[in-house]
C-alpha cells in the first residue's frame, strides 16, 4: 500500500489541506482579509520541563557473563523453562552492554535531555555484599561520561528488578531485611562513585510489581507464591531497603544528589469527574498506595491498611519507620494504565471501584488499558494527598505491533495515537499547576520485556534483535517534534 502512495501523492494532499485551511479565514466587516484568530495553539509545558526516555540494566544490556557480573534472580527465572512466553532470556538482550554509545547518539537523536537508565547491582556486587566488583561498575562510568559528553543528564535507578541470585539463596531475596541492608550499602557505593556526574538516583522501580508478582503470584522472577503476611513484609523490606538507600545516599554522594523511588502507584482515578467522586478517589490514591507510597512519604501505614491486613500486617519497628520515611527530594511515577476507576461510597473507606467492562479498550498489551486522563488525575491525586511539590513520570508509554510497512519503515500510529493522547493530559496537569517537573517515555527501543520476551516491543527505536540494527519508528518523529515544540498540538 505505501509502495503505491508517492511522496509527491503525500505532499500533494498535504498542500491541499492546507489550501483549504486557507480558504477559511474569517472575513471582517470592511470586507479585508484579516488572519483567523489561532484557535489551536500550541499546549505548552513549562519551561524547563524535563523531557527523556528510559530502559533498564536486564532489559537491555545482554553480556550477562562479562566482567565479572554475578548472576540474577532474572537470569535464573528467564532460564526456566515455560517463564517466558516467546522462551528467549536477556543474556544478549539489545548487545547495550557494547553499543551503549550508538545507543546514547539514538537518545541524543530523540532530542530528550535526559536518560533514565539502570545500573545491574549484580554488576556491582556479584554476590549481593561483600567485595564490590570495579570492572561492574566502570560500565557504568563509561556510560555516564559518554551521556554527558552527549549533553544529556542520566538518571539512575539503582534496582530495576534484578536481584543478584547469591541475595535470593543466601536470605531469600527481599524475605529478609538483610537484602534491605545490603541495598543500602550498595547504594551508597555507587552513589559515593557516581554523584560528581549522576545527580539524581531513583531507588527502587515498581516495588507495587515486582513484590506481588515475583514474591506473591508467581509470575515474574523469583516465582514465589507467598502467602500474605510474608508478602507484606516482603513489601516492607523493599520500603526499608528504600530508607536505608536514601539514607546510605545522604551520607556518601556529593552533597545536591537528589533520590526518590519509581513506583508503579495503583492508579485512581474518578469514573465521573464530580467533586464527591474526585475526593473518593484521592482517599482510594491513599488507601491503595498505603503498603509503598504511602509509608514511604507517610512515615506510617494508614489504618485502613492495618484493618485490611489483618494478622497478616507486617510486622516493623518505630525505627525501621523513621528509616522508611527518610525525606526524598522528588517522586517518580510509572504511568501507564488506568486501574481503578472509583465513585464516592457512603460507606468506610469513601469509595467503591467499579468493574471494567469486558469491551474497556487497551492496547497491544491486554494490561495496557487506555486511559489518557490516567495521567492527568494520578499525579494530581498524588500530589494533593501527600503534599509532594517535585514529581516525575518515570515511566510511561506503550507496546505496538509495530509491523514493518512495505517501505522498511514501522508508522506505529497506535503508539502516537496514545502518546498525544496521554501528554494531552500532562500538559492539562501541568497547566493547573500540578508539580510534574519530567516526563521519560518508555522506552527508548524495543527490548526484552521481561515474561512476554521480545514479543512486546515498547521501543520509539525499532530493533531487529537477529542483526541489532536499530531503526526509529514514526514515533520518534512525534516525540522530537513534542519536544522541538515543548508543546503538544499546534
Ligand atoms: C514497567 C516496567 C518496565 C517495562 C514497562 C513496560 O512495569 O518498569 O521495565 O516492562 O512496564
Redesign the pocket.
Known amino acids: 500500500m505505501f509502495g503505491q502512495f508517492s511522496r509527491r501523492d503525500f505532499a500533494r494532499l498535504a498542500g491541499l489541506s492546507a489550501l483549504g485551511m486557507a480558504a477559511t479565514p474569517a472575513k471582517p466587516a470592511d470586507g479585508e482579509p484579516k488572519p483567523a484568530p489561532d484557535r489551536h495553539a500550541p499546549a505548552s509545558f513549562p519551561d524547563g520541563f524535563l523531557w527523556g526516555t528510559a530502559t ?1 540494566a536486564y ?1 537491555i544490556e545482554g553480556a550477562v557473563d562479562e566482567d565479572g557480573r554475578g548472576r540474577s534472580i532474572w537470569d535464573t527465572f528467564s532460564h526456566t523453562p515455560g517463564r517466558i512466553a516467546d522462551h528467549t532470556n536477556g543474556d544478549r538482550a539489545n548487545e547495550h552492554y557494547h553499543r551503549y554509545k550508538e545507543d546514547v547518539r539514538l537518545i541524543k537523536d530523540l532530542g530528550v535531555k535526559a536518560y533514565r537508565f539502570s545500573i545491574a547491582w549484580p554488576r556491582v556486587f556479584p554476590q549481593g555484599s561483600g567485595t564490590p566488583n570495579p570492572k561492574g561498575l566502570d560500565f557504568y562510568n563509561r556510560l555516564v561520561d559518554e551521556l554527558l559528553a552527549a549533553g544529556l543528564e542520566p538518571y539512575a535507578t539503582l534496582y ?2 534484578d536481584l543478584p541470585q547469591a541475595l535470593q539463596d543466601r536470605v531469600g531475596g527481599w524475605q529478609s531485611s538483610d537484602t534491605s541492608k545490603a541495598f543500602g550499602e550498595y547504594a551508597g557505593y555507587v552513589a559515593e562513585r557516581l554523584s560528581d556526574r549522576v545527580r539524581n538516583f531513583f531507588t527502587v ?2 516495588p507495587g ?1 515486582f513484590v506481588n508478582f515475583g514474591y506473591g503470584w508467581n509470575i515474574d522472577a523469583p516465582g514465589l507464591n507467598l502467602p500474605p503476611a510474608e508478602l507484606n513484609q516482603v513489601r516492607h523490606h523493599v520500603a526499608l531497603g528504600h530508607g536505608l538507600a536514601v539514607q546510605a545516599i545522604r551520607a556518601k554522594a556529593r552533597a545536591g544528589t537528589r533520590v526518590g523511588a519509581a513506583d ?1 502507584i495503583a492508579a485512581c482515578l474518578p469514573a465521573i469527574d464530580t467533586p464527591e467522586n474526585i475526593r473518593a478517589a484521592e482517599i482510594a490514591t491513599r488507601e491503595l498506595n498505603a503498603g509503598f507510597l504511602g509509608v514511604i512519604l507517610e512515615g506510617k501505614y494508614t489504618d485502613g491498611f492495618l484493618e485490611f491486613a489483618g494478622a497478616a500486617a507486617p510486622k516493623f519497628t518505630a525505627d525501621e519507620l523513621k528509616i522508611i520515611a527518610s525525606p526524598s527530594d522528588f517522586v517518580g511515577l ?1 504511568i ?1 494504565a488506568p486501574q481503578f476507576y472509583v465513585v464516592a461510597s457512603d460507606r468506610k473507606p469513601g469509595f467503591t471501584v467499579l468493574p471494567f467492562p469486558a469491551s474497556f479498550p487497551h492496547m497491544n ?1 491486554e494490561w495496557l488499558r487506555i486511559g489518557p486522563e490516567t495521567i492527568y488525575w494520578v499525579p494530581r491525586l498524588a500530589a494533593k494527598a501527600w503534599n509532594i511539590d517535585n514529581i516525575y513520570i518515570s ?1 510511561n ?1 506503550t ?1 505496538s505491533t509495530d509491523e514493518l510497512a512495505a517501505d522498511g519503515k514501522v508508522y506505529d500510529l497506535d503508539r502516537i495515537m496514545y502518546l498525544r493522547n496521554y501528554l494531552a493530559q500532562l500538559q492539562r496537569a501541568t497547566a493547573e499547576g500540578v508539580p510534574v517537573r519530567g516526563y521519560f517515555l ?2 527508548l527501543m524495543d527490548n526484552f ?2 515474561i512476554f520476551g521480545f514479543e512486546k516491543r ?1 521501543g520509539v527505536y525499532r530493533v531487529d534483535f537477529a542483526t541489532q540494527s536499530r531503526m526509529p519508528k514514526l514515533s520518534a518523529s512525534f516525540y522530537r517534534d513534542v519536544i522541538a515544540k515543548n508543546a503538544i498540538g499546534m
Do not use: K, L, T
Open positions: 533498564s532489559q530495576h528488578w522501580n515498581e510489581r508503579n510509572n501507564y498489551s515511566e508509554g507496546s518508555w522506552s520485556e521481561w515498547f
